[in-house]
């Protein structure tokens, strides 16, 4: 299976801050993965898929960037709304795998 | 507006069985891939099982190979997911998620792009 990283686990961020995480896969997935954000109690969201398409009505201050192994998901202007932990997903094989989660929190 | 509803969750022994529901609606349910994808408390998002539209193809996590079973009635728009054997290991929130694709530059990308509301499995004695 391929396992997917994520860095960092957590982060504490301020209103307006631009926030990059980062998403590993142990061997090279082109461009299948995708981004979700998920909220306390709430459903995962997809943000972004294909690496880098910012799926309909998700902010454009989301963008992601990659391929092969390395990704990065990006927030350029942190909002008070953004609070959620950040999994990353991998669908490069029949077996989908996400990532363990990046939790952004308030400074 | 697509709609998806679990149901069928609860507490179970270990060792014992349970079977999860999705209730699917607005869109073409034939026409997805859908897939099952779980939450231990506290914990990230594992993916359980994935299924074709048309039901001939399956897919498991290693996790829950030869214990559960995901199928599909495509006249009732509704996806399930058979779980035996269960282990306090299997305690989660189970999702049901429709699995979009999108063909770029002949290439084929998969996301999940509508999830349900999750449906809580206990295994405790």
């Known amino acids: 299976d391929i396992q997917m990283t994520q860095s960092p686990s957590s982060l504490s961020a301020s209103v307006g801050d631009r926030v990059t995480i980062t998403c590993r896969a142990s061997q090279s997935i082109s461009s299948y993965l995708n981004w979700y954000q998920q909220k306390p109690g709430k459903a995962p969201k997809l943000l972004i898929y294909a690496a880098s398409s910012l799926q309909s009505g998700v902010p454009s201050r989301f963008s992601g960037s990659g391929s092969g192994t390395d990704f990065t998901l990006t927030i350029s202007s942190l909002q008070p709304e953004d609070f959620a932990t950040y999994y990353c997903?991998?669908?490069?094989?029949?077996?989908?795998?996400f990532g363990p989660g990046t939790k952004v929190d308030i400074k | 507006e697509v709609q998806l509803l679990e149901s069928g969750g609860g507490l179970v022994q270990p060792g014992g069985s349970l079977r999860l529901s999705c209730a699917a609606s607005?869109?073409?349910?034939?026409?997805?891939?859908m897939s099952w994808v779980r939450q231990a408390p506290g914990k990230g998002l594992e993916w359980v099982s994935a299924i074709s539209g048309s039901g001939g193809s399956t897919y498991y996590a290693d996790s829950v190979k030869g214990r559960f079973t995901i199928s599909r009635d495509n006249s009732k728009n509704t996806l399930y997911l058979q779980m035996n054997s269960l282990r306090a290991e299997d305690t989660a929130v189970y999702y049901c998620?429709?699995?979009?694709?999108?063909?770029?530059?002949?290439?084929?990308?998969?996301?999940?792009?509508?999830w349900g509301q999750g449906t809580l499995v206990t295994v405790s004695s």
């Open positions: 607005g869109f073409t349910f034939s026409s997805y891939a």
């Open positions: 998620a429709k699995d979009s694709r999108i063909a770029v530059a002949g290439r084929s990308y998969y996301y999940f792009d509508y």
């Open positions: 997903q991998q669908s490069y094989s029949t077996t989908f795998t």
